[in-house]
């Protein structure tokens, strides 16, 4: 049983002697004195609050489950609802009763890929400083109960009208469970989202006469214009958005879509963007009138007619100087809009949401009308299902009646509004009045600790459940462990409350037995010809997912006469800095805080970690005096916050941005105390239409505090200094050069002391940064598969972080003044020729028959002269021997090495994952073929920018991307020769510096053209 | 030194499988049975110590060995560990004929070898035995839900990935490693288990069997030619290269070491 807590040196040499068995004295070996150890000590108490050091035992099972032998993986279909903003279809890889890794189910919209938020899910079900149990508050703190007792307590305090269920936004048979719930308790439910979309859907409503959330095709686009969204990092379904911008831009079928980020600041999103058009925070809207005004002015037609009333107002002209954007820029942007075929144009997310975005939202559906995109890019009511929930405005009324006195009691479930709720809405004092406060969570979160009862609820990977994922397609999930701790599923929970309560009963058990009811009633009204239900049922729990019939058919979206005459306003011209809050991947709402991967994962803008920060221009920094890390105070209306300044030249000068997710009061370990939370800066403004919260357009004043903060940031240079370690190419060049070939692999393939001729494998491995968003999918994965702990703050200061990816983010300047991003992972590049083999002095760095560079743990000694050889840096030292506490060690990998202080190590091309996939081609008699196995990291990648395989093999897919026209070799002038080749991002913008020239170079072979590249491009 | 054990063990392989062949030659539907079965079975009742056993299984030699006795073998046995309950591997393995797999099933598709459940061995003793006292307490393990915690004996350190159904795939008998175990009353440590120990076997010279990884594959998908007169860079492990071929098993150190 390999242990994470435990680590055994080698046997390095005899230890005191003890007694045997017959009383006599004799030397043992190492292995002998734990034997008697463990015989002596089988009894021993544990230290954690864990179960106990099992030692040298062998524990079978008591009833082994059917058809699974223990020491395999076995994947479990399932679905998080909250992992972030989209529901994910998964699979849990289960080993010994034990989820270790999340990977995707390609049933889903995410298309087998999962984010990085989602992969640290793990991190959440095993969280430590989850509530192990039920527990009351009493004089002294929160003390042990007893289910029967809690529940009964709560069933007590629940007097009908005096109620309040508070959970989060739910779909499917909860949402029906929740609403029957109330009715029958006499409860009110109010279902809540920190980041909704409220405003969206209000506007589509408007608009369309279709709520819901609109789909966004951009795979089908030839154009795509962002008003702010940060669709590839945190809203809406950024993994499903991933793959579709990938497909949008994918050079080698000849197209790429031109993509446009219109806002005050790039996020994530905004980083992948060809063009930048800065626009004042809350006037996102306005420019969309202006933009939408020039496409129908130059395409004509019905829809210019239409507008007419509205659009004339908005010219150009008449929203620049509000919205601090030239007119020109609007005018060039409408004239490609107008003359793409399939264009998309995606709405603000919050940190655009100010008072107006309903108003907002609206533009952009106007907008995306005008276009022509609405019914074929855009179509209304197609897109994510998303539960109804409570706006700001909602929440603030019902903070009024908490604060009135006319509730007694709030359960809370699968929410956190005590911190997710800006102070100002006064959420926590009216929280803090009521007699009776419930929390079904899962997480000693701020909202759990404010409460008087504590009923935890199973983790959603220990849960039954389901979920409408479209209207179309509904998804369930299952269990896929037993619950760790004392915890009950929610529903059951509450199932249980309201049978106590005596006023309600249901025909159902327990909650699994609703949801099949549920599906079985709907199921026999469905289909009734099919299969009988019990079939279906077990098929649908190993698909994940089954595609209905959705309720109406998809409506013809016309623009209703409301929208056509919409009173837009114009906003007044505001001067002064603007504040612009927003969600990052890594926490989103705050979610991630906790996830110690989460925190270490660095910020796809500031490489930072660990920390909040203020965005700050660095023309507004300048007459402060701040350089990054200094620290900065915030001042609203409302209050204000202190964090290190992060100085961005990607936000404008008259805007500063804060990220959601820190400032945690409790929630655990990893969160609490740590950054600021942001929503302290917000005054509680709602939009008017929708309700919802404005998260950006308060003024603020900034003030230099005069000392210098803690900011660890991972990225050592802004650019790469022409090295060429992340090459863009413009994508003309691209376009021309496709069939080209610009590597010559035969410097890896025919080089005698790289791999064994007789060995029908080279590893390698294809990146394309033309694909890769930057979004850490892929750095998380690895840190599941492969053991990696997270170091903290004061380490990643200093250098030794262990992450074995890392996402290099750099600026190239272009010729607008402007600049461009290329996300870069570098990992080990498994050299051919590495600089880290040979000067190892005791061989624990080698080189495989099969082209591996790898890394023997108990031959390293820790010289580190691997890493002081390395010229990508990409080994990793441990510093110190980590801890991984109960229950973290659960999900460590058993297949691969937990290393301990004094030992090197890097990525291995997922080694475990190749010596499963040998030993599973070898019992069919046949070579591992491309496609048996992926690494983590490719598996892991929503764009599919990773690409891993066999170089041998001339089929294989690595081998054809590799000979691509883009394709290069970081620091081939080197001559490591690595393994690894990278695809140049390919970008619209006239970027300074010439590129790379179509001939290329064939870096491996020392200077000389090959003729092979010459002759091919 | 593990050779003739290898030959033997192709030998028997072999022998099973004509016999196997032969068996499933015969016809189909109903009928009267064909006449090789027939005397196969005349066979068996003539001689229970010749008989002709099922392919794959391999014969034992029972000694008369009572479960009184073997109890009492085990609590007075010099080597290895004592055991919770005293289970005794000759007299399952040796008296009654018990296989390998039949407790230790599916180590030969899992890295870890199998330790059977308590349901497995509460198959044969809810009634088998009842009146012993050490089946008694292995009764009273299953009344409460409790899994037995045996002593382990065979444990790699946790930088070794040593995963067991490789080897039951290349034929690798388990008393090579684990020595004779159908005469341990307990079980004992037989092998060192140290990497030296390993590499005896993977080193050694040999046919190339399917053993070998690869090698046998690469014969019939040789990689592309290698240009002659390329140099060493720096210390590169030629003697592996030149042998991984060759070898046995694999001696490639991220075989098991990752």
Redesign the interface.
Known sequence: M??GD???N??GGKLPTVTGENGAFFETSR?DFL?VL??AG?GAAATSCGPPD?G?????????PEDI????NVAYATLLKNGGPEHLGLYANVRDGRVIKLEGNPRFPNRGRLSALAQSALQDLYDPDRIQGPRKLDANGFVEADWDEAVAAVAGVSAPGRTVLLTGSVTGSAAEFYAQWAEAIGAEWVAWEPLGLEALSTAYEIAFGIPGIPSYEINRADRIVSFGADFLGSWLAPVEFAARFADARNIESGHHAKFTHVGPRLSLTGLNADEWISVRPGTEGIVALAVASEVARRKGGGAAARLEGILSRFTPAAVAEIAGVEPARIEHLAEELASANQPVVLPPDISGQGAGSTEAHLAVALLNQVCGAIGTTVRPGAGPTRGASASAATMRNLVERMASGTIDTMIVAGANPVYGLPNSLGFAEAFAGIANRVSLGSHLDETAAASNWLLPANHELESWGDAEIRPDVWAVCQPVMRPIFDTRQAEDVLLSIATATGRASFEVEDWKGWLEADWRTNYEQEAPSQAPFDEFWFALLQAGAVRRKPAQPDPAATLSPAAANYQFTLPAQESGLSLTTYATAQLYDGRGANRSWMQELPDAVSKAVWNSWVEIHPATAEPLGLETGDLVEVRTSAGSVTAPAFLYKGIRPDTIAIPLGQGHTQFGRNAQGRGVNALDLLDGTVDGRSGALAFAGASVEITAVGRRGKLAIMQGNDTDLDREIGELMRVDDALEAIGGHRVDLRQI?????DS?????YRWAMSIDLNACTGCGACVTACYAENNIPAVGEDLCAQGRELSWMQIMRYFEETEDDGFQTVHVPVLCQHCG?APC??VCPV?AA?????G?N?Q????CVGTRYCANNCPYKVRRFNWFTYEHPYPLNLQLNP????RETGVMEKC?FC??RI?RA??DA??E???VQDGDFQTACMQGCPTQAIVFGNL?DPESQVSRISKGARAYHMLGELNTRPAITYLAGVSHARLSQSGHDEHGEDNGAAGEHDSAAEAGH | MKLPIRLIGAAAFVAALSGLLIALSGPAGDGPAPAALVAQEQANQANPAEQELPPGIKPRTPTGQTAEEAIAAHMVASEGPEQPIPFSHRFHSQELAMQCEYCHGGTESSVIAVIPPVELCMGCHRIVGAQLEPIQRLRGYWERGEPVQWERIYKTPDFVQFPHRAHIRSQVECEECHGKVEDMDRVYMFASLKMGWCLECHWAEGEDTDVATDRLLTEQFPPPPTPEGRQPHGLYPRAIDQEYASSRGPIDCTACHY
């Open positions: 390999k242990d435990r680590h055994m080698g046997d292995r034997k463990g015989v089988a099992m040298d035992k062998l524990i079978p099972y008591l009833v082994p032998v223990p020491g395999t393939l025919e080089n005698a002391w064994d001729p007789k060995s029908p020729d083999e040979p061989y080698y080189h495989t028959p099969e591996l790898a023997v743990y108990n031959r297949d691969v090495t937990v291995t080694v475990q010596n040998k030993l070898k019992a008699g046949r070579h041998k």
